[in-house]
């Protein structure tokens, strides 16, 4: 009976790298190095039968010689050689293995995987992979990764593109947005996307707060299906489809050799399953972003409060699109407003003008905040000649802390001078985004999100 | 008769600032500093009757006293002051103007903007503003602007909304990308949108190489469309549309009070004129970035070169949704790419794998450039590991550099590991954009720029 406790990929209480090396560029050198450097805390193995020690780190001749059996494999030697390791690893009762290696169906050779399958199942070993780059588990310190740039955070990524994780970890870490686990599964010859989603929603104590699935073509679509109607009923899965059309589909199709099916079906699936459909790496950062802050806020009726007048009609056109609601504020909440200067106007979007001081804003959100009249309010600010950006960002923070029920974003714009006040905010767990159109994403996220709440 | 020459707006003999100060926020004050670190290299007379000089510069009591008659008059005094005060410019045989005091229509006070134009009509004076950020126009170092943080270049922008105008200047110096001139109209009382795109088009030797217009409601409609058929033969127009939704439109009369008509008929204006239709500020930018670069190359046929797949699929959906095409190289071609890796499959998208060095890029990337089977090269690079992507980006410079029509455009995700390979590349004048979709988009604004070329 092969397990279905997919925990070891994770959380393994001892590693063994085989084909650990220190030769630059090679798979197996950079693995071992990040391996090193993660400070992984169990027992780490290395096996290469041609060397004594990779980076000082002791390096045996093979499975059979190590002192322990590991809990987890992670394979970096040449395609050809994986089945009979395989074997090998079963014979130290290993049940989990990573097999990093290319040279399977996605370049044709399907005989090998077939028996990369086969000799898995008799062996019972459950693989991530083949052609995969690999696993970070930043709270348990496990980087079996080709990459390894990040800080541990809320948000798990699955993707079918071990090149673009890659990417989007390197640009979380950039971004200061932190990850739990990173999993790149390849070609999914045994674990595939629903089993690593189902896993991620509900690992005990997870440190996951939103789920990231990048999928070309699912290889179990029934699965993922019901999978997902399970899964975001716990928490948040960001969908990103690559080949949505005809001709991005071909390209998936050399890609990952996968059958993605009718490119238009997944936009259903989503919609049918409560996964947040994203088009772009930005609509799916911002989700993360805006969710890592407020799972259990925003709504359908937007505020937006500026110094600017055209940052907030951009900002209104873009909230009108995703369906979102402008609604103009009661007589009570404009009486609350009456200290504001004459020239403001009472209305959504409230303009307190380009002179608009901390205190200005201060005034304002307070008053939209506590006035439960908005799910979300939308804080743009551009900074007019010497106008104090960071006094704006310090009393959005106090507001947003104090006891309500409104989700508070914002939208700084542009360049050097907002650079410190976003930083501010940003250390203070808010989010904060570049332009009106990705704001009014992230308020439609968070809208989304509650409505999928609502369902499940 | 009022004359028709704006010269005098953006490279004056002589400047005189009406109500110069030195008093923190106020807009004399920010003016009298920007003009004075502009280094203007006409002559600069500031007034104020309350000081003798501002910023350690002469200040005369007012505009009888002055030596000289000054070209052009910058007024940055209350609103109810501004008609008296450009009676007092005719006297001085000033026939232009630009009136930053806000208190007019905006603010719902129509008298006041009547007597100003009737003064400025009967006066021969034309008139920018009120209700705006001024100009600024850096080749002749004339920053009658409220915001002055810019390095010359080619974009020049239009803007209804001064401080939407004065985000896209901080973002643009951001990034790096320079402005020719960058004019706030405001309330647009005289000189509006077209009189001054028509201007920037027209200009003789302008360094303004594209032109950027935000509009939330046309003054003229019929004059502006007229004049988008002109200028646009001349240079390329980015038009964004502020309320370009029911909701959107609705701010944008609270914000300009402008009556902007049916949101819908602005897109179709921007299709029968030939100017660049975008939906947001990264698409304004993206396009100006790359005709900055490319005002004579690309077109439909695009080929992508990559060295991870999932970022190459992205950017196919992408390309596809604006109906460009992937085409499949000749047997020609192909021959040609024979000493690539025989895993690397020949076909468009390119994948040159995750391995990909510098030589493999540049193999590829000789041959498809000089092949004339394609308009545009969009080449993607992910980091894996230790590759080496300023090596990637020194040879892209240099097949950008050799003798062929192919436009070559990069996107480098993600993160601080490309940031060094990005400035290598803009140093040499070459974009970079930082996600599939939008290379994507700069590759199809090559192409409709090269489509409404050839309608004119």
Redesign the interface.
Known sequence: MVTTDLRPFFNPKSIVLIGASER??SIGG?LAKHLLEGQFEGELYFTNPKRDAVFGHKCYQNLEVLPKDPELAVLAIPAKFIPAELKNCAKRNIHHAIVLSGGFSE?GNYELEEELIKVSRENDIRVIGPNC?GIASTHTKMMAA??N?CIPGGLSIV??????????M??A??EGLGIDKWISFGNASDVEEAELINYLAKEENSPTKVIFL?L?GATHGRKLIETLKEVTKLKPVIF?K???????N???M???ASLGGDPKIYKSVAKQTGAIWV????EAFDTYEVLSTYLDRGGKRVA?VT????????T??????HGLE?NQPSQKLRAQLEDLPA?C?R?N?F?LL??ATPERYELALRAIAHSGEYDTIITIM??????DINGVARKIIEIANEEHQTAIISCL??????EQAIKIMRENGLPSFP???RVAWAAYALYKWQEIKKRA
Request: proline share 9%; aromatic share 2%; charged share 20%.
């Open positions: 630059p560029g950079m370049v780059a080709m990459e740039t993707s079918q593109s071990g090149a673009l994780a890659g990417s989007m390197l640009r870490t950039y990048y070309e990103l690559g080949g949505r059309t005809a001709i991005g071909k390209a998936a050399t890609h990952t088009e772009s790496l930005d937006i110094n600017s007048g055209g940052p907030g009609v951009l209104s056109d873009n909230l009108a699109l402008l020239a106007p209305e979007p303009d380009g002179d551009v900074p007019p000649g010497d106008a714009l542009a360049g050097e001078k907002v332009t009106p159109k």
